[in-house]
């Protein structure tokens, strides 16, 4: 008896064995025709960031989609995509040749079984890293931890000593903000810079390698990293409106060091870290010839103009007929032209070349940069309005949130939430009602941002909602009863 169970499990396990190979090899055939490519990738999160106006009904489906494009598995899907399509993953390549349907095992599944992988070193990243301007920027890597995320994007001025005064332990207050993680992001950074730029210019010598590597962690580059990859959008930080100039931008670059000490925290190794920060610097740092540094260029102030809030910097383009000649001037605020270009055979050429005249200008980008984050500071303050109490000015009591706004709208009427968490895309689906009808709907990673957007969803919606509310509370006349 004891030999037919054992039997019988032994065949179950078998049968699961090859389904789970067919639904392997599906799976990485929906991977190669469903996921985004990275450039597509890229466009979709230019897209949706900053701020987008949303027909009020396509809110929750827009938020759905952000959400999407920040989550791990997409992002590990478009990766697999382009290795795939590079034909990187030799195992998946040869898996992907089989035709489990045939008859006969053909020599595929001998070429599979018979094949060797070759490791070379520990690592098994790359060494060597493609330089594709059409791919840039490279995807900024996920952080597990939620503890360290929140700590890299909470800058000191956000705390307050007196916060941890009754706290046991004296080293909470260093560990509340992302000090140190930006003096261990400064550190790896500066390594794997070292690494990046010697392999681009193996001839310099000691004294130019330390000048360009100090270029390239100025401050006002890094801010404009943390401005182009949306970090600010979480930063947590208090700023005072007299506040110099160069203290801001040093603020702002402190998150974009923050999440490099944090990606170093959650356990991605040296290797891994010098290989994207290869990718982000190595096409700006590289010469490659005109045609990439032209359109690096206008790639990087894309990057960061179409994430900064409010942007007034935008290009436009001329033609005359009479020359036959393309003219496109990068325009700024109140009709400044930071930077022109002109070409004969078509406008997009001329569009790259005005953006290389603005992005090769040092002072025009620490302009940019500045005024981009006084615009930040100042949206933030008018969205985010704090109500500081006068004996302690240094943190904020209350927030005129969504949540707060819809309150008012209510009047008398209680509202209830509904949460639920979808573990398999790895969100949380946040519902408000209204005497049993539904009023909002937000999606975000956290409960907190998921109730925000609902409310704000519903606010949009108010107009609907609320002659809803109106129409049933009036008395209903009754009709006279003819005997």
């Known amino acids: 008896m004891a030999s037919n169970e054992v039997l019988a499990t032994l065949c179950e396990d078998l049968q699961l064995s090859k389904s789970a190979i067919s639904q392997i090899q599906a799976t990485f055939a929906q991977i190669g025709q469903r996921a985004p490519t990275p450039e597509t990738y890229n466009e979709l999160v230019r897209l949706t960031s900053g701020d987008v106006h949303v027909d009020p009904e396509l809110a929750a489906l827009f938020d759905r989609t952000k959400v999407y494009l920040n989550s791990s598995q997409v992002k590990v899907a478009v990766r697999l995509r382009e290795l795939m399509e590079q034909h990187q993953l030799p195992v998946i390549d040869a898996l992907q040749k089989i035709n489990f349907k045939a008859p006969r095992p053909g020599k595929e599944v001998t070429q599979f079984l018979d094949w060797e992988p070759s490791v070379k070193g520990s690592s098994t990243t790359p060494k060597t890293i493609t330089d594709d301007a059409a791919a840039w920027p490279p995807i900024l890597p996920s952080i597990s931890s939620d503890v360290l995320l929140l700590r890299a994007l909470t800058d000191k001025s956000w705390r307050s000593p007196s916060d941890f005064i009754e706290s046991s332990e004296f080293n909470d207050f260093s560990r509340a903000h992302n000090g140190k993680l930006a003096v261990k992001g400064a550190s790896v950074l500066r390594l794997a810079l070292v690494d990046v730029i010697d392999e681009a210019y193996p001839f310099i010598g000691a004294e130019e390698l330390n000048?360009?590597?100090?270029?390239?962690?100025?401050?006002?580059?890094?801010?404009?990293?943390?401005?182009?990859?949306?970090?600010?959008?979480?930063?947590?930080?208090?700023?005072?409106?007299?506040?110099?100039?160069?203290?801001?931008?040093?603020?702002?670059?402190?998150?974009?060091?923050?999440?490099?000490?944090?990606?170093?925290?959650?356990?991605?190794?040296?290797?891994?870290?010098?290989?994207?920060?290869?990718?982000?610097?190595?096409?700006?740092?590289?010469?490659?010839?005109?045609?990439?540094?032209?359109?690096?260029?206008?790639?990087?102030?894309?990057?960061?103009?179409?994430?900064?809030?409010?942007?007034?910097?935008?290009?436009?383009?001329?033609?005359?007929?009479?020359?036959?000649?393309?003219?496109?001037?990068?325009?700024?605020?109140?009709?400044?032209?930071?930077?022109?270009?002109?070409?004969?055979?078509?406008?997009?050429?001329?569009?790259?070349?005005?953006?290389?005249?603005?992005?090769?200008?040092?002072?025009?980008?620490?302009?940019?940069?500045?005024?981009?984050?006084?615009?930040?500071?100042?949206?933030?303050?008018?969205?985010?309005?704090f109500v500081v109490d006068s004996a302690n000015?240094?943190?904020?009591?209350?927030?005129?949130?969504?949540?707060?706004?819809?309150?008012?709208?209510?009047?008398?009427?209680?509202?209830?939430?509904?949460?639920?968490?979808?573990?398999?895309?790895?969100?949380?689906?946040?519902?408000?009602?209204?005497?049993?009808?539904?009023?909002?709907?937000?999606?975000?990673?956290?409960?907190?941002?998921?109730?925000?957007?609902?409310?704000?969803?519903?606010?949009?919606?108010?107009?609907?909602?609320?002659?809803?509310?109106?129409?049933?509370?009036?008395?209903?006349?009754?009709?006279?009863?003819?005997?």
């Open 393 to 483: 000015g240094a943190s904020p009591l209350t927030l005129a949130s969504p949540l707060m706004q819809l309150k008012q709208k209510l009047d008398e009427n209680t509202m209830t939430a509904n949460v639920v968490y979808n573990p398999i895309a790895q969100e949380i689906v946040a519902t408000i009602y209204v005497k049993g009808v539904s009023i909002g709907e937000g999606v975000d990673t956290t409960k907190k941002g998921a109730l925000a957007k609902a409310a704000q969803h519903a606010n949009e919606r108010s107009g609907s909602w609320q002659s809803w509310f109106t129409a049933i509370k009036k008395p209903v006349k009754k009709a006279a009863l003819n005997y």
């Open 211 to 385: 000048y360009l590597v100090n270029q390239a962690i100025n401050e006002t580059a890094l801010a404009k990293f943390a401005l182009g990859y949306n970090l600010l959008d979480s930063y947590r930080y208090c700023l005072s409106d007299q506040l110099p100039e160069s203290e801001k931008v040093s603020l702002v670059a402190r998150v974009f060091l923050a999440y490099i000490g944090a990606l170093a925290a959650d356990s991605y190794s040296v290797e891994a870290i010098t290989k994207w920060i290869g990718k982000l610097y190595k096409p700006l740092l590289k010469d490659l010839g005109e045609f990439t540094i032209l359109s690096m260029a206008e790639n990087e102030l894309n990057f960061f103009i179409n994430s900064t809030p409010e942007n007034t910097l935008e290009f436009k383009e001329t033609f005359d007929d009479d020359l036959g000649v393309h003219t496109c001037e990068v325009v700024y605020g109140e009709g400044e032209v930071l930077g022109s270009g002109t070409d004969s055979e078509s406008a997009a050429n001329a569009r790259q070349k005005a953006a290389f005249a603005v992005v090769g200008d040092a002072n025009q980008m620490t302009k940019i940069v500045r005024e981009s984050i006084n615009r930040y500071v100042q949206k933030s303050k008018t969205t985010e309005q």
